[in-house]
């Protein structure tokens, strides 16, 4: 009984076996090029920026009577 999955990096039909440790990549390369990949756009994302909203606490509202 065999399996095979599309390697993720090159979407090649990788055989699900122990003959296949870089599974589900087909070779080192694409695993590494996966994980460059991941890394990278790790990287790449633009700092978000949450607006801090102030007065979170109430502590710059005037008391209310
Ligand atoms: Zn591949």
């Known amino acids: 009984?065999?399996?095979?999955?599309?390697?993720?990096?090159?979407?090649?039909?990788?055989?699900?076996?122990?003959?296949?440790?870089?599974?589900?990549?087909?070779?080192?390369?694409?695993?590494l090029i996966d994980l460059g990949a991941w890394f990278s756009e790790k990287h790449a994302i633009p700092g978000e920026e949450i607006p801090v909203v102030q007065g979170d606490g109430g502590e710059s509202e005037p008391p209310r009577h």
């Not at 009984?1 to 003959?19: F, G, H, I, L, N």
């Not at 087909?26 to 695993?31: A, F, I, Q, T």
């Open 1 to 31: 009984m065999s399996r095979s999955v599309p390697c993720p990096t090159c979407q090649k039909a990788v055989e699900w076996s122990p003959d296949s440790p870089w599974r589900p990549f087909c070779s080192e390369r694409c695993k």
